[in-house]
């Protein structure tokens, strides 16, 4: 079974840029669509964006003009940027897999929690 | 606000069966059979529940259902147990802004 271990910053200044990888271990890396889904403290989960297989990305809108996903399908790990952080930004940030054709997340990592302070 | 709604607490007692809803719209629930649903213990990785509505992934006990009616769907937990004790979100693909939205969360408490 795949497991996701990810890793990356947590504690960064407003302006700077967020930056976290999560790489898949024990199971099929191809194939997949692949997610970032962060929760701000006491807030629901809020998708981020993902990426598949062919390097296809797609983000929040709220949060598009800032994010960038890829993907290194040699190292089964792909990676989120996220520029010009706010206090807004802080949050615990989950990758996870796409269960195909469901646009359900099957496997989760452990989460990264990311603060924004200055 | 989240996008769809959930009821914010669920409470029941060991051994009955309790539903949680998810309202959406005709953007989300309502046109697309891709509603899932996440158990999350805090400090712990969400875990898919129910999948394309009414699916379950292998491993998850039958005690939990899905099942989904316009714009809302559900999720029953039946036979509770002290364990159930958890958040629960509902996520829907959806055609609007974004590729996928969830609801604000249900925290289920066993007396």
């Known amino acids: 079974q795949v497991q996701l271990q990810q890793w990356g910053a947590g504690l960064l200044k407003p302006s700077e840029t967020l930056s976290l990888t999560c790489a898949a271990y024990?199971?099929?890396?191809?194939?997949?669509?692949w997610t970032w889904i962060r929760q701000p403290p006491g807030r629901s989960l809020e998708w981020v964006g993902q990426i598949d297989q062919s390097g296809s990305t797609s983000s929040n809108p709220s949060l598009q003009s800032r994010v960038t996903i890829s993907i290194d399908s040699s190292k089964t790990q792909f990676s989120l940027k996220l520029n010009s952080v706010t206090a807004a930004d802080t949050a615990l940030y989950y990758c996870?897999?796409?269960?195909?054709?469901?646009?359900?997340?099957?496997?989760w990592g452990k989460g990264t929690t990311v603060t924004v302070s200055s | 606000q989240s996008a769809l709604t959930q009821p914010a607490s669920v409470s029941a007692s060991p051994g009955q069966s309790i539903t949680i809803s998810c309202s959406g719209t005709?953007?989300?629930?309502?046109?697309?059979?891709?509603v899932s649903w996440y158990q999350h213990y805090p400090g712990r990785a969400p875990e898919l529940l129910i999948y394309k509505v009414t699916e379950r992934p292998s491993g998850v006990s039958n005690r939990f259902s899905g099942s989904k009616s316009g714009n809302t769907a559900s999720l029953t937990i039946s036979g509770l147990q002290a364990e159930d004790e958890a958040d629960y979100y509902c996520c829907s693909y959806t055609s609007g802004s974004a590729f996928v939205v969830f609801g604000g969360g249900t925290k289920v408490t066993v007396l």
């Open positions: 996870a897999r796409v269960l195909y054709r469901s646009y359900s997340m099957d496997v």
């Open positions: 005709f953007r989300d629930i309502g046109s697309y059979d891709l």
């Open positions: 024990g199971g099929s890396f191809s194939g997949y669509t």
